[in-house]
């Protein structure tokens, strides 16, 4: 394809040989390329250092300086033929890996992650030829012929990509189709010269090697695809672009449900996932799976998108497999979360609870001893010895009663302040409570497996086993079933405190419970129950 | 974070050719005059480079015969290669520039003005 022709202000005849000539000479005879490369890069080195002449002799140089010029600023001769030689010619890192060692160790692990043979068991659901379903085998199970790519081995100093197609294709009955249009894409051809200074090795291996290069630089490889049928060459994006299809994937499993309960409890509603959760997720997968091919990365083989709670995804389908996977292992890692966060909070209220047991331990004690020291001075009153007229005794009885209002005195300071951090600790647990959703209990499943709608009530308070349970299936839920259910009570004397519908009614005591009129109470779906032996 | 390496050559040369096509010799000038002659890319690493994106399919190549003006119309002038940015390319560059800009915030984040006083790393 010619343009039209540009300006040239010293036209030089290219039949007289001169420095530049020369030097080309010397710069090709080093280039260990084919003959049509060597030329090619001959002519680009002179167009180039002609131009540079040029500009020379415009800025007024003499003409051999300009030559000399030119030629020196193209740097040390033999080191550009060496760079330009490995550019074109199959890299150095072939070799090097090639004769690696540990090669054959890798080789079964590049051969899940790169592509060419792993293709996934099921039978693909994108047709490309007219209608038939391709059922596709990864090269592990070969049916009764032998996996033909691993047959023969090739002499892969010398032998061309053609060749080795050429080969396999003679080591079987199905006709071998290769894709040469898309391979250009990977920069091979026809006349690609395998080049690697080895020994001579099976196809499968050339091919894992080629694959693992070209990944790395370019995000794409030759693939093979085997069906009953025929074997196809191509490329791994062009296989992948057969099967890509729109799947959607339900994020509402990564719901928090600490937050759940607030919400059930009081509006009702379907389960929320945290706005950063679906971001981190969508991040995690675009950065994991195949980076190269999504559409934020350039990549035009896969896209993704959030949608209220799904994950709706364009991609292959052995990325489609990854990220099931994916979508597993991060599920498992948020219910352990869950789980986590559900116990730090129930080990919280624990503590909460002894401190307000402590307490009114202490509490009881305290006024105990108020009313002990309140006798005594009662007693000291009407003792017989406060009527005698006996002035010691009847000093040190008033001595002992000023020392016993003294100690009653501080007795009620100590009562007040406990009465105090009573009420405060009271608050705490009250709150907590209806944070705490799931107490590990070993009635029922955590509520990640539950579904959403099961009808529920909770028990809260103390009972030895508070909690989240569902209602009976069979028969009404009475409050002595209820008790009954989270393994009884610890205080005949504990209140019963009924929160429904955001509303909050004292029953009444369990002592009472079966001569009261909420004995027959039926509990329904959302009630919450609390049992607290609180002094009113 | 993009899993490219830092190759600023490849930059350099990709923006020099999304301003149009050009050839060897025009973009290394080009490159010299954008960087005021602080930038210089040798042939050596060049024309290595410029294979390696046609190779990986993010330039595309045509020749071109270069006559003089007023030439012998039979005689053959000399060849001339040119590179056009591909799609492909296109994208690629624009990656590139994404993580160059990434790397730019992520330092400027430790060389802001004030954090001299602080013992800034010299």
Redesign the interface.
């Known amino acids: 394809m010619t343009r039209t022709p540009r300006n040239n202000p010293t036209p030089r005849p290219p039949t007289s040989r001169d420095g530049i000539d020369a030097w080309l000479d010397v710069l090709t005879s080093m280039l260990a390329l084919p003959p049509s490369q060597r030329a090619q890069v001959r002519d680009e080195l002179e167009d180039h250092l002609r131009s540079r002449v040029d500009d020379l002799l415009i800025a007024g140089s003499p003409e051999p300086e300009a030559v000399r010029t030119a030629i020196a600023e193209l740097g040390e001769t033999a080191q550009l033929a060496r760079h330009i030689t490995s550019a074109n010619h199959t890299p150095k890192s072939f070799r090097r890996f090639a004769m690696n060692a540990t090669f054959f160790v890798l080789a079964g692990s590049i051969l899940t992650a790169g592509v060419s043979m792993m293709m996934p068991n099921a039978p693909q659901q994108q047709t490309s030829a007219a209608g038939q379903t391709e059922s596709v085998e990864t090269s592990r199970h070969q049916p009764a012929e032998s996996d033909p790519l691993n047959a023969f081995t090739i002499n892969v100093r010398s032998a061309t990509l053609s060749d080795m197609f050429q080969n396999l294709e003679s080591h079987t009955d199905r006709p071998v189709i290769v894709h040469w249009d898309q391979i250009a894409n990977l920069g091979f051809d026809r006349e690609s010269v395998i080049g690697i200074d080895s020994q001579p090795i099976k196809a499968d291996l050339v091919l894992t090697i080629l694959a693992e290069r070209t990944e790395q630089e370019i995000s794409d490889s030759i693939a093979v695809l085997q069906t009953d049928n025929r074997i196809e060459i191509g490329t791994r994006s062009q296989f992948d672009r057969r099967t890509r299809a729109q799947k959607i994937y339900d994020l509402s499993i990564f719901e928090d449900i600490t937050e759940k309960f607030e919400r059930n409890l009081y509006r009702g509603g379907p389960a929320q996932v945290n706005e950063k959760t679906l971001r981190t997720i969508l991040t995690l997968l675009e950065g994991q799976i195949s980076p190269h091919d999504w559409d934020t990365a350039g990549g035009d083989l896969a896209s993704a998108g959030i949608l209220n709670q799904t994950l709706v995804v364009t991609a292959p389908e052995r990325v489609h497999d990854q990220i099931k996977t994916m979508l597993h292992e991060l599920h498992q890692q948020h219910i352990e979360q869950q789980r986590a966060h559900q116990q730090y909070q129930q080990q919280s209220i624990e503590r909460l609870n002894d401190a307000f047991a402590a307490i009114r331990e202490s509490l009881k004690n305290v006024r105990m001893e108020i009313r002990a020291k309140q006798e005594e001075l009662k007693r000291i009153g009407t003792s017989p010895f406060h009527n005698i007229n006996d002035p010691d005794a009847r000093a040190q009885a008033e001595l002992q009663a000023q020392a016993l209002h003294a100690k009653i005195e501080e007795l009620k300071l100590q009562e007040q302040e406990l009465d105090r951090r009573h009420g405060q600790y009271q608050s705490m647990l009250i709150n907590y409570e209806f944070k705490d959703l799931i107490s590990p209990s070993t009635q029922h499943e955590s509520t990640s497996t539950q579904p959403t709608d099961a009808p529920t009530y909770t028990v809260l308070g103390e009972v030895h086993r508070p909690g989240l349970y569902r209602l009976p299936e069979q028969g009404d839920l009475t409050l002595s079933r209820l008790i009954h259910t989270a393994g009884g009570i610890k205080d005949p004397d504990t209140q019963i405190l009924l929160l429904r519908n955001g509303e909050s009614r004292m029953l009444g005591r369990v002592a009472d419970l079966n001569a009261s009129d909420y004995a027959d109470m039926k509990l329904a779906r959302g009630d919450v129950v609390r049992f607290s032996t609180h002094e009113p | 974070?993009?899993?490219l390496k830092q190759d600023h050559s490849t930059l350099v040369v990709l923006s020099v050719l999304a301003d149009g096509p050009s050839?060897?010799?025009?973009i290394?000038k080009a490159i010299a005059a954008k960087s005021d002659g602080h930038f210089k890319l040798?042939?050596?690493?060049m024309?290595?480079?410029l294979?390696?994106l046609?190779?990986?399919?993010l330039v595309t190549t045509?020749?071109?015969?270069?006559?003089?003006?007023?030439?012998d119309p039979d005689?053959?002038?000399?060849?001339?290669?040119?590179y056009t940015l591909s799609p492909k390319g296109h994208?690629?560059l624009?990656?590139h520039i994404e993580a160059h800009r990434q790397m730019q915030s992520l330092i400027d984040a430790f060389v802001t003005p004030a954090s001299n006083a602080h013992g800034a790393p010299a």
């Open positions: 974070m993009l899993n050839y060897g010799y025009a290394s040798t042939a050596s690493g024309y290595p480079l294979t390696k046609e190779k990986q399919g045509s020749w071109e015969e270069v006559k003089a003006e007023g030439a005689a053959t002038g000399r060849k001339r290669k040119w994208k690629q624009a990656k």
